[in-house]
């Protein structure tokens, strides 16, 4: 079933898509019919209404165009929903005021999700450790991935920010702090050793990535606060490499 609600705004009639389909020989109820859409939703792509990205596909192949044909203004659109995902930038992780971090995992409801080497500087903020307690209680989710301290990934890690053991040093300090928050009901907590790209910051559909750049502390990297939407890819690119590094983690 590929009819998604269309949200997109309407940009004039579309005589391109007329054109194509009276060419292939198909009326509005014959395109409705094979991609299994109401009759009406094919009334408002001819009126002009820009289709799911998804239908787009799917319409294109049916009546064997490139999408450019039939919506020249379709990548456009494209990428302007997926600016519309970031909400904001900061120019380093320690430039990102604390209530940001608060409001973020504050407004959680179903399900928090932090991947970290250490994660020290939430270790040491018992407010923001409580308040992951405390929506642990309240029933929502919390899943943490932190670094193996001896695996040979985050040594390396050390090596490349030219400070030896002490990103080892610092995860064993947050596992300590940690700790509490792994005996809570809803609060699970493993040790992973993937070369880590990016520190993921996940609250529902909001997402705090700190990129990880070669010889630069997690600190003095950038932090984009991204927002998940309807035609949006880049957040769930995120959340599907949490998934595969959480799979491969190992139980605290």
């Known amino acids: 079933m590929l009819d998604f609600s269309d949200l997109d705004e309407e940009v004039g009639v579309n005589q391109a898509l007329r054109s194509a389909m009276m060419a292939a020989g198909l009326q509005q109820l014959d395109l409705a019919s094979r991609l299994e859409v109401d009759p009406k939703t094919v009334d408002r792509?001819?009126?002009?209404?820009?289709?799911?990205?998804?239908?787009r596909a799917a319409i294109a192949k049916l009546l064997g165009r490139e999408e450019g044909e039939l919506w020249p203004h379709g990548d456009a659109?494209?990428?302007?929903?997926?600016?519309?995902?970031?909400?904001?930038?900061?120019p380093h992780r320690w430039a990102v005021p604390r209530e940001v971090w608060v409001r973020h995992f504050g407004r959680a409801e179903s399900e928090i999700s932090i991947l970290v080497y250490?994660?020290?500087?939430?270790a040491e903020d018992a407010g923001i450790v409580k308040l992951l307690s405390d929506k642990a209680s309240s029933g929502v989710l919390v899943?943490?991935?932190?670094?193996?301290?001896?695996s040979a990934e985050v040594g390396q890690r050390g090596v490349d920010e030219g400070i030896g053991d002490s990103v080892a040093s610092r995860i064993r300090n947050a596992l300590a702090l940690f700790r509490p928050l792994a005996e809570l009901e809803n609060v699970q907590l493993r040790l992973h050793s993937a070369v880590l790209y990016n520190s993921l910051f996940r609250s529902d559909d909001e997402l705090l990535v700190n990129?990880?750049?070669?010889?630069?502390?997690?600190?003095?990297?950038p932090v984009l606060h991204a927002r998940r939407t309807a035609d949006g890819s880049m957040v769930s690119t995120y959340l599907e490499s949490f998934e595969r590094v959480w799979g491969s983690a190992r139980d605290l």
């Open 118 to 122: 250490s994660g020290l500087f939430l």
């Open 211 to 221: 990129p990880h750049i070669f010889g630069i502390s997690g600190s003095n990297a």
């Open 45 to 55: 792509w001819l009126a002009g209404r820009l289709p799911h990205p998804s239908n």
């Open 143 to 150: 899943r943490m991935l932190v670094g193996d301290p001896d």
């Open 77 to 90: 659109d494209r990428r302007m929903r997926h600016r519309d995902e970031v909400r904001s930038v900061y």
